[in-house]
């Protein structure tokens, strides 16, 4: 152990999932068991808590309250979506680490975070001040470069897998060969959110919904997606469809985009692709079809939380503190899974520098020919990510979850003004 003594910030950035709150636990768990870490803060609104000074004890909240945070979704810190581009903001962030003593810092986050790590850390070591950096991985996107998969994975394609086999009861119910199910779920270029719906179809029942899986990995053709909602019409009572909201022709141009917003980072702001495919269905042939977009419901779906994936959230975190603890800096801890026949998965390291700004696609080879169904490679790796349910507690009947009191620590610098 190489012991640096001082205080430790945690912060959440980017769009929350149901398992992030359980990674800061396992932060604030495993750092209050070391005599060289003081204090255990937590920044408000991630990065954007630090420049504002905006920092509360996460030390003072119960154990009730952090246990909590393991059933909670949303970030219980708060969280951004804010680009340190300015000179004066990084100076910003050392300042404050500076002022209150931080030694550790830990950024739970995707690519554009773990780059935002990486470049707080390279200015600490290039201005002397000694600081270890550790990022924690989060998405639902699952597209993080270096790891297994990632913490908040497995509740997302585990709530969509259970919503496809409601609906499925309700569309055979109404269907009678002339209906048209679309669901549109997250994922801005990568597939694996529509994919995981693939596990919504029972082993020895291949032609469960969803019928249809279209992803961004495959080029998107309106002739062959036509010709494929005829065929499943031509055999069931209804065709279900999940399609990723980042569908994209082949010109590589999104099917549909909802806006020419975009936000701090540069990502266009997506959303549109089931009313496109709708559109096409209802004009073309003249079948009756209906579009869900449950948006953020799906990564706050804490009621369909995967116990694995809250399990694995409290592990990143646990990890995080226990490689600064042992000297380690510009990381971020990853999910390596292991070679046994039965699922195992442990910790490892990457550099933030790999992580940042990349993209993991769903490997082509884990797509059917067909290339609208997943094949029993994908089955295999997503099957152990969405086990165990997490006994979230009900009061009047409605899901209870946890509150943080946020004690706010002391200001010691004037209020920051950016350029």
């Not at 991985?137 to 919503?163: E, F, M, Q, R």
């Not at 943080?404 to 350029?419: G, N, W």
Request: hydrophobic share 40%; with cysteine; net charge negative.
């Amino acid at each position: 152990m190489s012991e640096l003594t001082g205080n430790c910030l945690v912060a959440q950035s980017g769009g929350p999932t149901a398992v992030i709150n359980a990674s800061v636990a396992g932060v604030v768990n495993e750092a209050l068991n070391y005599e060289c870490i003081e204090e255990v803060y937590g920044g408000l609104n991630g990065i954007l808590g630090v420049l504002n000074e905006d920092i509360i004890d996460l030390a003072n909240e119960s154990q009730q309250a952090i246990r909590g945070l393991e059933y909670t979704p949303g970030a219980a810190l708060g969280t951004c979506r804010y680009k340190l581009k300015r000179a004066t903001d990084f100076e910003r962030v050392l300042q404050v680490f500076e002022a209150h003593n931080i030694r550790y810092f830990f950024y739970i986050g995707g690519n554009d975070s773990q780059d935002t790590a990486d470049k707080i850390s390279k200015l600490a070591q290039e201005k002397g001040y000694e600081l270890r950096v550790v990022g924690i991985p989060k998405t639902i996107d699952n597209d993080l470069v270096a790891t297994d998969h990632c913490p908040g994975y497995g509740s997302v394609i585990k709530h969509i897998s259970t919503l496809v086999r409601e609906m499925a009861c309700d569309n055979s119910a109404m269907g009678q060969g002339d209906l048209v199910s679309i669901l549109e779920v997250m994922g801005r270029n990568a597939g694996w959110i529509a994919a995981g719906a693939s596990l919504a179809k029972r082993r020895d029942k291949p032609n469960d919904p969803p019928h249809l899986i279209y992803l961004p990995e495959i080029a998107f053709s309106p002739e062959k997606f036509l010709a494929d909602v005829q065929r499943v019409l031509s055999k069931e009572r209804y065709c279900m469809i999940v399609c990723g909201e980042g569908l994209v022709d082949a010109d590589g141009n999104y099917v549909h985009a909802s806006s020419s917003a975009t936000d701090a980072f540069g990502h266009g702001q997506l959303g549109g692709a089931g009313d496109f495919l709708r559109e096409q269905i209802e004009r073309r042939l003249g079948i009756k079809a209906r579009t869900a977009k449950f948006g953020t419901s799906q990564r706050a779906a804490a009621t369909h939380a995967s116990q694995t994936d809250c399990d694995e959230a409290i592990m990143v975190g646990q990890a995080a503190v226990k490689a600064a603890l042992e000297g380690v800096t510009d990381k971020m801890v990853t999910l390596i899974r292991g070679e046994a026949d039965h699922y195992v998965c442990e910790t490892g390291l990457t550099d933030l520098s790999e992580v940042a700004n990349g993209v993991k696609a769903l490997p082509v080879g884990w797509i059917n020919e067909d290339g609208t169904s997943m094949n029993f490679q994908f089955i295999k790796y997503a099957t152990p990510l969405i086990q165990g349910e997490i006994p979230v507690p009900y009061e009047n009947g409605l899901p209870s979850f946890a509150k943080l009191k946020k004690t706010r620590i002391f200001r010691l610098l004037d209020p920051y003004q950016p350029e």
